[in-house]
C-alpha cells in the first residue's frame, strides 16, 4: 500500500495482529488476525498460519461469523483456541450465544471439535509443554460445584428476572465489566480425550481467582497461579503465587501458597522446562512518598525461595518466559522510547539486549532454542512477525510475512528531546506529514499525552496513530514527561503522587523545543490525550492558553470525586495518600479547582461503559465547562468503555477529532461529521 493509499478508512480496515504461538516442532507460527466485520460493527480475530522460514504466504486457518482467539499448541501440534462460534451438534436456538467455548483444530487438518463449553463461558487457557492436560478460567456461581449446579443457578436467575447482585467485598467491578454474580474458576483436563472430563482445580469463591494469571509447568502435574488475597482494609490486597498439585486424572490432590508478601503484586508466573521453578514479576504496591519498582525474580517451586534476577537494572520487566534449557529467561521492558527484548542468565544474571530498536511482545522461543518469535512494530510500522537470535546483542530482527504488513502510513518519525530546567532529558517523537517541505508553509502541531500515567510512546498505536493526523497534514509529538517508563525509576519518581508538577513542565518543555524549529507552526496548535493523557489536557486547558483548541478522552477532571467510583479507589491511595484523612494532594492536582481559568476550545470525549474513569468525570468536566462559558463540545459513546474498540466508532472518532482540530486550530468551517 503506498503513501498516497493511506487514509482513515484504510487505517480502519487494516489487519491487526496479536497472539503469537509457535508449534512444538517449530515449523508454525500461528497469530490471531483482527478485520472489522463485514457490517463493520465489530473487528472479528481469525487465526492465521505463518511460516517461520518465510517461504510461503500467511494462510488464514479459521473462519466464522464469531470469530476465533486465543491460540494454544498441545504438544502433538493440535491448535486449541476460544470462539463463541456455535456447535454444530446444539439447537440452533444457541446460534446467538456469545459465550466463548474451547476447540481443538487437529495439526493434520479437518473441522474443529468442542471441547469445552461452561455455561460461564471460556475466559482463558493454558497448556502444557509436553502433555496434553489443559487448564481453562471459567465463571461460576459460588456454591456451584459443576457446570450444571451452575447453569441450574443462572437459569433459576433468568425465571425470576433477578439481575441484582449482593457483593461483601471490594472491588465490585473492573475496566468494563461487574464482578459478578459469577466468579472465577479453574478447571483440568486432558484435552486429547475424545470427551474430556472437566475436573474442578480451583472453585469459584470470593473473587480471589479474577484477574488471575495461571501457568502449567510442561509436564502438566503443577498449575502455578496468582491469586487476590482479600483483606479488610483494600489498600494492602495483593497477589499472591499458588501451586495446584494436580493428580494424574487431573483432580486437585493439594494447594500451597508459594510466595505472598505484604503490599507485594505479582504477576505473569511461567515455569521452568524441569518444573522446578517459577520466574513472575514482582511489584510492590508504592506509597505516596515513593514510587514503585518492578523486577522478575525466580522462585524455587519446592522451597518458596526467590531471587531477584535483575539486580541493578533499572527497567521494568513484562511478559516473563523461559529459554526451552531453562538456562535463561526471555523478557520485554520499555527502555528509552522502544520495548525491547532481553534475555537473563539463571547462573549469574547476565543480561543481553536481543534488539536495540522497536517495541516487542509475544516472545516466543523456537523449541531448540536457537530462535525467539515475537511480533515487532516501530512508532511507523504496525506489529508484524519476526525471527531473532536467541543470544545475540542489538540484532535488527527477520521479518516473516504477516497479514497487514503492507500498511505503509506516510510521513516521516524523528526522535527529540529537550532539557528540563533541573537538567533531566525530555524526549519524544515527532511525526512529520508526508510531503513536507522543512520552513516552506511548516505544518501545524497536536501533542498526543499519553495514558497509564506509567506508560511510553513505543511502536505502533491503533487506538492514537499519529498517522492519521499526519495524513491530513498535521505534524503530531509523542512525548514522554515524568511518570513515563523506560527512563529509569528516578523519571518515575519525579512525578509520582504530583501529576501537575513535573509532567506538565517536562510536556511544556518539549513542545517549547519543537514549535521553536522552522518547519513547525508555532503559531497553530493542539493538545490531546486521553484517560492521564485525558487528565494533562485537563491540566494543560487551566494552566496555558497556548494551544488552539484541546481534546480530552476518559480524563479524570475531579480527583478527591474519581477516588470514590473508579472501579480500584483504594488503589490511587498508594500514590496520592489517604483520600479521607489527607486529601490535600488530590486537591492539590485536581484540574477542576483550575476550571475559571480555561479559555480554550474543548472537545470532551466519553464511554458509558468506563469504569477505570467512570463517565460522571466527562460529565462533569462538561457540566463545568458549560457553566463557565467554555466553547465545547461532548462525545458520548454508550457502548465503549475506557477505549474505543469498533470500527464504526473509532471512524467518528478521529472524525470528531479532526472535525474539531480542523476549525479551531486551522480555521476551517465548522462541520459537523456525518451521522452525529
Known sequence: MSNHEFSLASFIAAPRVAD??????????????????????????????????????????????????????????????????????????????ETPALWALPASSGEARLLAAPPGG??????????????????????????????????????????????ESYPVRFWDRWLGPRKAALFGGDAAAATPQWVATALAEDGRLELTAPALSPDGARLVTTRWVNTPDPRDRVSELVVFD?????????????????????????????????????????????????????????????????????????????????????????????????????????????AAEGAFNSLRPSPDGTTVYALHSDVDVPPRAVALSAHAADQQPR??????????????????????????????????????RSDQDPPPLVVFIHGGPLSTWAGWHWRWSPHVLAAQGWAVLLPDPALSTGYGWDFVQRGWGRWGDRPYTDLMALVDAVVARPDVDEGRTAAMGGSFGGYMANWVAGHTDRFDAIVTHASLWNLEAFHGVTDLGPWWENEFGDRY????????????????????????????????????????????????????????????????????????????????????????????????
Open 399 to 436: 521479518a516473516i510475512p504477516t497479514p497487514g504488513d503492507d500498511l505503509d502510513p506516510p510521513g516521516r518519525v524523528e526522535r527529540v528531546e529537550t532539557t528540563a530546567d533541573d537538567g533531566v532529558r525530555v524526549p519524544g517523537w515527532l511525526v512529520l506529514p508526508p510531503d513536507h
Open 581 to 676: 484523612l489527607q486529601p490535600e494532594r488530590y486537591r492539590e492536582w485536581s484540574p477542576h479547582r483550575f476550571v475559571d481559568q480555561i479559555t480554550t476550545p474543548m472537545l470532551v470525549i466519553h464511554g458509558e461503559r468506563d469504569f477505570r474513569v467512570p463517565v460522571g468525570e466527562g460529565i462533569a468536566l462538561w457540566t463545568d465547562l458549560a457553566r463557565h462559558g467554555v466553547e465545547a463540545s461532548y462525545l458520548h459513546l454508550p457502548d465503549e468503555n475506557h477505549w474505543v474498540l469498533t470500527p464504526g466508532h473509532a471512524k467518528v472518532w478521529y472524525e470528531a477529532v479532526l472535525a474539531f482540530l480542523d476549525h479551531h486550530v486551522r480555521g476551517a468551517p465548522g462541520q459537523r461529521p456525518e451521522l452525529l
Open 20 to 97: 503469537l504461538v509457535v508449534s512444538p516442532d517449530g515449523t508454525r507460527l500461528v497469530v490471531g488476525v483482527a478485520t472489522p466485520d463485514p457490517d463493520g460493527h465489530r473487528y472479528r480475530t481469525a487465526l492465521w498460519e505463518l511460516d517461520p522460514t518465510a517461504s510461503r504466504q500467511p494462510r488464514q486457518l479459521t473462519r466464522s461469523a464469531k470469530g476465533e482467539a486465543s491460540p494454544r499448541f498441545l504438544p502433538d501440534g493440535t491448535l486449541l483456541f476460544m470462539s463463541p462460534r456455535p456447535d454444530p451438534d446444539a439447537s440452533s436456538d444457541d446460534d446467538d450465544d
Open 246 to 354: 494436580l493428580a494424574a486424572e487431573g483432580s486437585a490432590e493439594a494447594e500451597r501458597v508459594l510466595t505472598s508478601e505484604a503490599r507485594i503484586r505479582f504477576s505473569s508466573p511461567t515455569v521452568s522446562p524441569d518444573g522446578s521453578k517459577v520466574a513472575a514479576v514482582r511489584a510492590p504496591h508504592g506509597t505516596p512518598e515513593q514510587a514503585p519498582d518492578h523486577t522478575l525474580v525466580v522462585i524455587d517451586l519446592a522451597t518458596g525461595q526467590a531471587r531477584d534476577m535483575l539486580t541493578g537494572f533499572d527497567r521494568w520487566p513484562q511478559a516473563p518466559v523461559w529459554s526451552p534449557d531453562g538456562d535463561a529467561v526471555l523478557f520485554t521492558a520499555d527502555d528509552d522510547g522502544r520495548t525491547l527484548p532481553f534475555r537473563v542468565a539463571v547462573s549469574d544474571g547476565s543480561i543481553t539486549r536481543l
Open 122 to 167: 471460556v475466559t482463558g487457557v493454558t497448556t502444557a509443554e509436553r502433555d496434553t492436560r489443559v487448564a481453562l478460567t471459567t465463571a461460576m456461581h459460588p456454591g456451584a460445584q459443576d457446570w450444571e449446579q451452575d447453569r441450574e443457578q443462572e437459569q433459576a436467575r433468568k425465571d425470576r428476572k433477578v439481575t441484582a447482585q449482593l457483593f
